[in-house]
């Protein structure tokens, strides 16, 4: 089993960074892609960022591209995400997953609790 526990959010003003961070407990990180989602109060939730297993592949979401880094360090057990250039709209909880045995993943077996970023003017 792995779980995930996200780290690093809190209030930002616009155009600022944060970087959050999402911890893995388990012996099997390494065979997992990893993916960012974020949800809004009212909205869906949205795909951010993936990473393959061994960080080589990476993907955005158009509307956080050139502005946010997906990474993960296996040796350490983490994903990070490093976000630059905030916007209000980036406002959300931010959430961590993992999946296995596709690639793309179509399905994510482990989600972690998230964090609040919020973007303010």
């Known amino acids: 089993q792995v779980q995930l526990v996200e780290s690093g959010g809190g209030l930002v003003q616009a155009g600022g960074s944060l970087r959050l961070s999402c911890a893995a407990s388990g012996r099997t990180f390494s065979s997992y892609a990893m993916g960012w989602f974020r949800q809004a109060p009212g909205k869906e939730r949205e795909f951010v960022a993936l990473?393959?297993?061994?960080?080589?592949?990476?993907y955005y979401a158009d509307s956080v591209l050139g502005r946010f880094t997906i990474s993960r360090v296996n040796a350490k057990n983490t994903v990070y995400l490093q976000m630059n250039s905030l916007k209000l709209e980036d406002t959300a909880v931010y959430y961590c997953a993992a999946a296995r045995n596709t690639w793309p993943p179509d399905d994510y077996d482990y989600w972690g609790q998230g964090t609040q970023v919020t973007v303010s003017s």
């Open positions: 990473i393959s297993w061994g960080g080589g592949t990476t």
